[in-house]
């Protein structure tokens, strides 16, 4: 007599509940977005994380049927907002603007309250932007050897200036610099526009900068640009030789964005997210706006850019560790 107790039956309990569990995947996905959506960017008003989601949100709006709001949620290096949406609900309806300092922080930060890696789920590289190295006009230094050669008979001699310590750019250069094996001076100041004023004002001797603030001093004349930091020369400098050109094959340090949601989000709407991301920077308008930022398009799907995210990660722990910038 059959007792509804061997394998077959234990078998046939086994497929209903995947059947059951992939019902509710396909029932939240045809659900989703229920409300409106935030899009947390946890940098201040301006920047290429808080421009690209302005760029980005009205398009997942109208893809998505539901308002797509920008909220600022500014402080500790990023971390603020970052945690905001690791704490959130995992349905789909909180998005992080994601930039570096998802990956530094778990090699930056002793006591963090969550971690990046572990509590975010990548949805999609949107693009990247490069880093410049610049002297002063005034500067003899013509090119990244000459800085390196000068900066090996002189050790400690030579100085540059970041918009602050453990900034994705103030890493850029201790990457540089412990590839190159030169010990430049940090000097971190409290943004940009700090930074720059000291280079032109001669109280550095370099620079190292996201490439769009930079570039108008390039092409007036008042700084030199040595080299950039991506893979590829950028367009709007196209005499600029990268790092990796100047002797340095592979390296590649960029300010890039893209958008994680909270893990533990269903697949099937991290699928949907990334998707719709893809179709909105595939839109030529949205892709001038954010090339014109000085912005390269790159786009990977979730498991690419957890995967870049994993190689950054081990990247930034590197320059990290060589800069001593770890804070409690």
């Known amino acids: 007599m059959y007792s509804g107790r ?28 229920s409300k409106p959506i ?7 008003p301006g920047g290429i994380a808080d421009i690209t989601a302005r760029v980005v949100a009205p398009k997942l709006a109208e893809a998505l049927g539901q308002p797509v709001v920008v909220e600022q949620r500014v402080g500790a290096g990023g971390n603020i907002g970052a945690e905001a949406v690791a704490r959130a609900e995992p349905d789909g309806h909180t998005l992080l603007s994601a930039t570096p300092p998802v990956a530094i922080a778990q090699s930056m930060y002793r006591n963090l309250r969550f971690n990046p890696r572990r509590d975010l789920a990548p949805v999609a590289l949107i693009g990247d932007v490069p880093n410049i190295l610049v002297v002063g006009a005034s500067s003899p230094v013509k090119t990244l050897r000459d800085l390196i050669e000068f900066a090996r008979r002189n050790p400690g001699k030579l100085n540059y200036s970041s918009l602050g310590a453990g900034t994705s750019v103030h890493l850029a250069a201790e990457l540089f610099k412990y590839q190159a094996k030169v010990f430049i001076v940090h000097i971190p100041y409290r943004g940009a526009p700090q930074a720059m004023m000291a280079l032109l004002a001669g109280e550095v001797d370099m620079m190292m900068d996201a490439l769009p603030p930079s570039i108008a001093q390039v092409r007036a004349g008042r700084t030199r640009a040595l080299a950039v930091t991506s893979a590829r020369r950028a ?94």
Do not use: C
């Open 6 to 33: 061997g394998p077959l039956a234990r078998s046939a309990v086994r497929a209903a509940a995947v059947l059951a569990a992939l019902a509710l995947v396909h029932t939240a996905s045809a659900q989703y977005p």
């Open 235 to 328: 367009p709007q400098l196209p005499d600029v030789p990268t790092v990796a050109e100047s002797g340095f094959p592979g390296f590649e340090v960029t300010g890039w964005v893209g958008i994680s949601t909270t893990a533990g989000t269903p697949p099937a709407t991290i699928a949907r997210l990334e998707a719709e991301i893809g179709k909105a920077i595939a839109n030529p308008e949205v892709a001038s706006l954010l090339e014109r930022q000085g912005m390269a398009l790159r786009f990977l799907g979730a498991k690419e850019f957890g995967a870049f995210i994993d190689a950054e990660i081990a990247k930034f722990a590197v320059a990290v560790k060589y800069s001593g910038a770890a804070v409690d």
């Open 38 to 44: 935030r899009y947390v960017v946890s940098f201040p």
